[in-house]
Structures are given as C-alpha cells and as structure tokens.
C-alpha cells in the first residue's frame, strides 16, 4: 500500500489505481467445446462440433448378422436407421460387459453414426491454449486417434479424439 499526501490509500483508491494503471485488454481466448465421456475406465473426448445429439441409454439397438466387431448394430431414431459403433474395438481398449452406456450421435468424415459410450461426465467449454499435443508415450493403437490431451486443473486428463480418424478407421474396417 503506497500514502499520497493525505495519508495512505484506501482499498477502493489502491483498486482504482491499479485499474488505471494496468492497461488490461480483455480479449476472449478461443475455446472449443468438448463432450466429455469414460470407455474402460479412461476419460476421452469428442469436439462438441461432431456431436450432434446425445442419446439415452434406453434407446434400443439391434443387433445385424455379419457386421464388424466394432458395430454393436443398429438404432431407428425419428425415421433414420443409424448404426452404432463401438469404439473400444478401434481403440484397443477392454470393452464393459454390457452395452447400457450412452449413445453420442457423431457426424464425421461424410458419415454419421452413434458411438456407444459408458458415461458421459460433462459437456464444456475449453480454451484452446489448455489444448496439448499428445505425448510421443501414447500407444500405437490410440496414437492414430488422439489430437490432444486436455488436463484440468482438478481431474484426470481427457484425450481428444479425432472423429474424422475414427471413423475413416471404421470405414476401412479397421475394427
């Protein structure tokens, strides 16, 4: 606290001079939305931009004969048949025993297709700054996958993946 010739600053005075003083530009960083989910127990992302809806657990899925291992089947949702994709199979993780997560409708890389999920933990805003590039220790399965890794503050790191990658990994039968 600094005096002036009446004696020492109050608060609000210290307050206002810093206000002036400092120059602050209030400038809005860019963000990102991200769709925050667990698959074998691990916390990923999507860009909340290929998320076009996210779907209850109860939505019933059927199964098709002779379909990749990484398709769980197929959803009727208000007059479209649309399949489901299960990206443990793509990513090299364990898969649950049983399908009962949520479904998050994802349009990429000309396709649009449900993605089963476990849990859906959040959905928000990040700013792109926070956004890493993914370390070189990440395996060799999910390297083709992740385009960053996002550690908040208070919580485990999420890897964000990359929609067009999956599902171009989907398209070629990768899984």
């Not at 003083?21 to 931009?49: I, N, W, Y």
Request: aromatic share 6%.
């Amino acid at each position: 606290m600094t005096a002036n010739d009446q004696g020492p600053l109050t608060l609000d005075q210290v307050l206002g001079e810093y206000d002036a003083d400092s120059g602050v530009v209030d400038v809005e960083e860019p963000s990102q939305q991200l769709v925050l989910f667990r698959l074998g127990g691990q916390r990923f992302a999507l860009p909340g931009s290929a998320v076009k809806e996210i779907i209850s657990h109860d939505q019933p899925v059927y199964f098709v004969p002779g379909l990749p291992a990484s398709t769980e089947g197929v959803l009727h949702l208000r007059g479209h048949i649309e399949s489901v994709i299960l990206p443990h199979v793509l990513l090299g993780l364990e898969p649950k025993a049983s399908a009962s997560g949520m479904i998050l409708l994802v349009a990429a890389a000309g396709i649009r297709s449900g993605v089963r999920i476990e849990q859906l933990d959040d959905v928000c805003d990040v700013p792109q700054s926070l956004l890493k590039a993914p370390p070189e220790t990440l395996s060799e399965t999910l390297r083709p996958f992740v385009s960053a890794l996002w550690q908040p503050e208070e919580g485990a790191a999420a890897v964000l993946l990359d929609p067009e990658a999956l599902f171009n990994a989907y398209q070629q039968g990768l899984g």
